[in-house]
């Protein structure tokens, strides 16, 4: 079986930290990977809060996911803290990506959690259709 293959970025400008509960484990004892896409949306919501925008006013626009690609690099397990990296890039006419490396730090250094890149689409809801990417926050996508 082929695997999505994902690339660490060489930089990500935003760190925060989250702890695996309890509820977000799986049948096999450790984080699911449909919580691991809401530990992903917590860290976002964060990383727009850095900038002072949120999902609904994002310099000017509202976001909508269009995409969401994860590759496991190890496990996660209640109680364990874990950091998220956060950049964005690949602007477009009307989107951008977000690059997560999720990894577990530890006295021997960080163990590998995860990769995870989600396109955002810049989204009207009022109207339901897609608007332009704000210059401020293409801005951002190139720093």
């Known amino acids: 079986m082929a695997r999505l293959k994902l690339t660490p970025r060489p930089v990500y400008g ?4 989250l702890t695996v509960r309890t509820t977000d484990l ?9 919580r691991m896409l ?6 976002r919501v964060a990383w727009l809060a850095s900038h002072r925008w949120s999902e609904l006013d994002c310099a000017g626009t509202s976001l909508i996911m269009g995409d969401a690609a994860l590759v496991y690099q190890g496990e996660a397990f209640a109680g364990d803290r874990l950091l998220f990296e956060v950049g964005a890039g690949d ?3 009307s ?5 997560f490396r999720v ?5 021997g250094g960080p163990a590998p959690v995860a ?17 332009a990417l704000p210059t401020e926050l293409a801005a951002v996508c190139h720093e």
């Open 14 to 17: 935003f760190r925060t930290e």
């Open 115 to 131: 990769l995870v890149e989600v396109g955002l689409v810049c989204f009207d809801y009022d109207k339901r259709r897609i608007t």
């Open 38 to 43: 809401s530990l992903v949306q917590e860290a």
């Open 103 to 107: 990894t577990r730090p530890g006295p």
């Open 26 to 34: 799986n049948y096999g004892g450790h984080l699911g990977n449909d």
């Open 91 to 93: 602007a477009t006419r």
């Open 95 to 99: 989107g951008f990506r977000l690059f």
